[in-house]
Nanobody, 123 residues
Framework: QVQLVESGGGLVQAGGSLRLSCAAS????????MGWFRQAPGKEREFVAA????????YYRDPVKGRFTISRDNPKNTVYLQMNSLKPEDTAVYYC????????????????WGQGTQVTVSS
């Protein structure tokens, strides 16, 4: 059983930056592809970014490409989401998740989820 705890959310002005962290425990972190999702008020949860076990493969939702960067530190059991040039439409609760595969797959479910961290971008 993998436990995930996100941190780093907060309130930031448009154009600013935040770095989210997700600390994993209870499993072999490097066995999992990791992802970030977000859910804005009144909207469905959506995929943001994912990274394969080694960090060699990264994937992004189109609206965040060039602004967000996903990375991982396997010895620290942590995955990060660096968010730059933030926009009000990035406001959401951000969740990290673990997929029980080495390479990220569009078709496989994410098996473990964190509780989320709020990101609010003011205009």
């Amino acid at each position: 059983q993998v436990q995930l705890v996100e941190s780093g959310g907060g309130l930031v002005q448009a154009g600013g930056s935040l770095r989210l962290s997700c600390a994993a425990s209870g499993g072999t972190f490097s066995n999992y592809a990791m992802g970030w999702f977000r859910q804005a008020p009144g909207k469905e949860r959506e995929f943001v970014a994912a990274i394969s076990w080694s960090g060699g493969g990264t994937y992004y939702r189109d609206p965040v490409k060039g602004r967000f960067t996903i990375s991982r530190d396997n010895p620290k059991n942590t995955v990060y989401l660096q968010m730059n040039s933030l926009k009000p439409e990035d406001t959401a609760v951000y969740y990290c998740a673990a997929q029980n595969k080495l390479a990220y797959s569009d078709y496989a479910p994410f098996d473990y989820w964190g509780q989320g961290t709020q990101v609010t971008v003011s205009s």
